[in-house]
């Protein structure tokens, strides 16, 4: 059974870092491309990042180039999500999301492709940066 559980979320301070865990259990992540999103209080659902099946690029949307670091762990069917100087906007809940179609979910995080939809999906992670 394929699932995907978040953990690492909390409670920083602006400036801060954060790093999210996401345990991909019955994925294989060289066929699976993950992808991280976020969804702040009242607001709609955005693509913050993705490493692609396979070969493991990694795709940031602007808002967080230069800050989120998306990597993985084969071994332990990991991927994670470093994010640093992080800032009031970034809070929000985090989820993680599999899916197989890696062109999809490059263009989701380009903010190309308005559907987001995915395979699969985590149950998110809280992160709250405070001012």
């Known amino acids: 059974q394929r699932q995907l559980v978040e953990s690492g979320g909390g409670l920083v301070q602006t400036g801060g870092s954060l790093r999210l865990s996401c345990a991909a259990s019955?994925?294989?992540?060289?066929?699976?491309?993950i992808a991280w999103f976020r969804q702040a209080p009242g607001q709609g659902r955005e693509a913050v990042a993705c490493?692609?099946?396979?070969?493991?690029?990694?795709y940031y949307a602007d808002s967080v180039k230069g800050r989120f670091t998306v990597s993985t762990d084969k071994a332990k069917n990991m991927v994670y999500l470093q994010m640093s100087s992080l800032q009031p906007e970034d809070t929000g809940d985090y989820y993680c999301?599999?899916?197989?179609?890696?062109?999809?979910?490059?263009?989701?995080?380009?903010?190309?492709?308005?559907?987001?939809?995915?395979?699969?999906w985590g149950k998110g992670t809280l992160v709250t940066v405070s001012s």
């Open positions: 999301a599999a899916d197989v179609d890696w062109t999809k979910v490059r263009a989701v995080v380009a903010g190309i492709r308005r559907d987001d939809s995915m395979d699969y």
């Open positions: 490493v692609v099946g396979g070969d493991d690029s990694p």
């Open positions: 019955g994925f294989n992540l060289d066929y699976f491309t």
